[in-house]
C-alpha cells in the first residue's frame, strides 16, 4: 500500500527557509495530486498547496508569494520549500495524496514538526 | 476563502452512544466536503468523501450527509478508539479550508 514519508530539518532559523521533502511509496505517484498541509495549535489545519505528476500547482493564497512546491517524478517524491519564516511558521507539516476526483486528502505522512527558532 | 464552521468544538459520550457532529460553509460547495479523524500525535485519517461516501477500510457506524452549507457526519455506536478529533474540508474550490475540529472525550 502507499506510504509516504516526510523528511528535512526539525529546526529553521527566522528569515530562512524552511526545506521539506516527501517521498511516496508503494504507489502509483503519476495518478494523484500531491499536497502539503500544516498544522498549528493557533490556526488549526491549513491547506498549503498541491502539485500534480506534471507540476502543475495551485498555491493558498496566503502563503503564496512564499511558497514553492515541486516534484522529482524520477525519485518520486515532491518538496516543499517555504522561504523568510517566521515563528508563525512554526508547525506540523504533512505531505498528503489528493484523490483528485473530490480532492479528498486519503494517505498521508505522519508529520514533522519544524520549530523556527533562533 | 470558504470558512468552516463546526459544532459542538467539543462534547462528551459513552461508549454506545450515538454521536453527531455538524459542519457549516460560508458558501455552498455542493457535495465537497470530507471528514477526517485524527488522534492525538498522529495524522489525520480520512473517514468520508464526497458528504457521504464511506472511505475504504473505515466503519459502517461512520456515515456523513448533507449538501450545499449544512453537513453532519454521524457514529451510530460510539467505540473506545472512535474517541477523537473530527475535521471537515471543504473541496470545492482552493484554497481547499478545514473547520476548526470537534473533540470527542469520555
Known amino acids: 500500500q502507499v506510504q509516504l514519508q516526510e523528511s528535512g530539518p526539525g529546526l529553521v532559523r527566522p528569515s530562512e527557509a524552511l526545506s521539506l521533502t516527501c517521498t511516496v511509496s508503494?504507489?502509483?505517484?503519476?495518478?494523484?495530486?500531491w499536497s502539503w498541509i500544516r498544522q498549528s495549535p493557533g490556526k488549526g489545519l491549513e491547506w498549503i498547496g498541491y502539485?500534480?505528476?506534471?507540476?502543475?500547482?495551485n498555491y493558498n493564497p496566503s502563503l503564496k508569494s512564499r511558497v514553492t512546491i515541486s516534484v522529482d517524478t524520477s525519485k518520486n517524491r515532491f518538496s516543499l520549500k517555504l522561504s523568510s519564516v517566521t515563528a508563525a511558521d512554526t508547525a506540523v507539516y504533512y505531505c498528503?495524496?489528493?484523490?483528485?476526483?473530490?480532492?479528498?486528502?486519503?494517505?498521508w505522512g505522519q508529520g514533522t514538526l519544524v520549530t523556527v527558532s533562533s | 476563502d470558504i470558512q468552516m464552521t463546526q459544532s459542538p468544538s467539543s462534547l462528551s459520550a459513552s461508549v454506545g452512544d450515538r454521536v453527531t457532529v455538524s459542519c457549516r460553509a460560508s458558501?455552498?460547495?455542493?457535495?465537497?466536503l470530507n471528514w477526517y479523524q485524527q488522534k492525538p500525535g498522529k495524522a489525520p485519517n480520512l473517514l468520508i468523501y464526497?458528504?457521504?461516501s464511506l472511505q475504504g477500510g473505515v466503519p459502517s457506524r461512520f456515515s456523513g450527509s448533507g449538501s450545499g452549507t449544512d453537513f453532519t457526519l454521524t457514529i451510530s455506536s460510539l467505540q473506545p478508539e472512535d474517541f477523537a478529533t473530527y475535521f471537515c474540508q471543504q473541496s470545492h474550490s482552493t484554497p481547499f479550508t478545514f473547520g476548526p475540529g470537534t473533540k470527542v472525550d469520555i
Open positions: 464526497a458528504a457521504s
Open positions: 458558501q455552498s460547495i455542493n457535495i465537497y
Open positions: 498528503a495524496r489528493d484523490n483528485l476526483g473530490e480532492n479528498a486528502l486519503d494517505v
Open positions: 508503494g504507489g502509483s505517484f503519476s495518478s494523484y495530486y
Open positions: 502539485i500534480s505528476y506534471s507540476g502543475s500547482t
